[in-house]
């Protein structure tokens, strides 16, 4: 089991470069990211957040992979808070971040060695994982020998090879080109059948909402909440076996989020050209300091 509970999640982030800000005080404006997101993602489920731009959906796959905190509500995995990242989540994030140092088979296996893995034991996962994303024969190549979506394939390899129960991913396909994009998102769709895991996908496209989804949540402009959740009534087999997206099912579903997505764009824009300080609640209040998390620097393979 691994579901994924927001109760009432608020988020604010202070504003640093306001005129009236000083380190520490508690007065200083407010940027609100989430305004009370309650959701729940159950087992098993691939669920799509798709909304504008700056509403918060990044921030919320944040909260659940436990890089930071909520200043009001709670995020529950199977009952339980999360208190901090954990080996049960593993996050892909809009830019692969390989290690240039490293080939594809040591960039995959990096987070085995921080789990003390035996070295065999941890080659054999990564190449299993390699092959999994359709990367066997490259496995010692390093990050500038591969192209973008090549890039991209190891760093969910990479998240896959911890055996996570969730996979976070934040628009992970968004730098690629059109035609590797709709690669990707055929063999995500096959790597997720084949695992079995949970995933949390953020994106700002519809399209690629309606093809990956189980369930979509459309978020409004921030300060985010959930506006509305849809079934998507496309069989995920069909997705992969015709041209689904020439489909009226698939058509009507596009349709549909956007009528609903559309209002909520054109507020984001408004937000964009208005002061933070406008968009600010009346009702501000004190938030709770994240915690810090380090990386190590000395990460270099012998």
Known sequence: MNNIEAINVKKTFKIRNAKTSNKGDASAPKF????????????????????????GKSTFLDLIGGLTEPDEGEILIDGKPVEGPGLDRAIVFQQPALFPWRTALNNVSFLLE????????????????LSLVGLTG?????????????KQRVAIARALAINPEILLMDEPFAALDAQTREVMQIDLLKIRDQTQKTVLFITHSIDEAVFLADRVAVMTARPGVIKTIID??????????????ITREFIETRHKLWELLKEEVVKAQKYSKSSIEDCTPADSRSIKKAPVLSIPLDTRSE
Do not use: T, W
């Open 114 to 129: 921080a789990k003390k893995v035996e070295k065999n034991s941890r080659e054999e996962i990564a190449r299993k994982y």
């Open 32 to 55: 609100y990211a989430l305004d009370g997101v309650n959701l729940n993602i159950q087992a098993g489920e691939f669920f799509v957040i798709l909304g504008p731009s700056g509403c």
């Open 232 to 245: 998507i009534p496309i069989p995920r087999k069909s997705r992969l076996s015709n041209d689904v997206r």
């Open 138 to 150: 490259f496995e010692d190549r390093f990050p500038y020998e591969l192209s973008g979506g090549m």
